[in-house]
């Protein structure tokens, strides 16, 4: 069972059809070699650099400022109202300028318009409040 290649019975030879793998097989083994050289010696132990010393201290609960938006548009810094946007500016400079700033949580009313609400998010990120967050009120749930 072969396969005949060219004319039958004729003083031709015959077609190898056989692949030489010699030279495939020696190509390989150098190739072994070269992978075995390079691979670095791998070690049985992991360096770890491990911290000394004492625990860090327990962290400080932050501080958190509440303003709320009444329904008309009434600031409240922490309960306390205030007279105008100037007022509520020079609060959050003044938060703004601690070093570890305070976290600000702002609680809209459900029925306060969008402009009072935009503007105390626009007054907080231009004087450089930057733990600012929006909460849910009590006034949200029904």
Do not use: C
């Amino acid at each position: 069972m072969g396969m005949n290649v060219g004319s039958s019975g004729g003083s031709e030879p015959d077609v190898m059809l056989d692949i030489n793998t010699s030279p495939l097989i020696d190509v390989m083994l150098v190739l072994i070699i070269m992978l075995i050289i390079t691979i670095p010696i791998q070690l049985h132990s992991v360096n770890l650099n491990m911290p000394q010393g004492a625990p860090p201290p327990s962290q400080v609960e932050p501080v958190v400022v509440t303003i709320d938006i009444d329904f008309d548009g009434t600031v409240l810094w922490n309960g306390e109202v205030l007279a105008d946007r100037a007022a509520l500016e020079a609060r959050l400079s003044q938060a703004a300028a601690l070093p570890d700033q305070p976290e600000v949580h702002i609680r809209p009313n459900k029925l306060v318009e969008y402009k009072s609400v935009a503007m105390v998010l626009a007054s907080a990120q231009r004087l450089g409040v930057t733990k600012l967050g929006m909460v849910g009120n009590e006034q949200f749930v029904k």
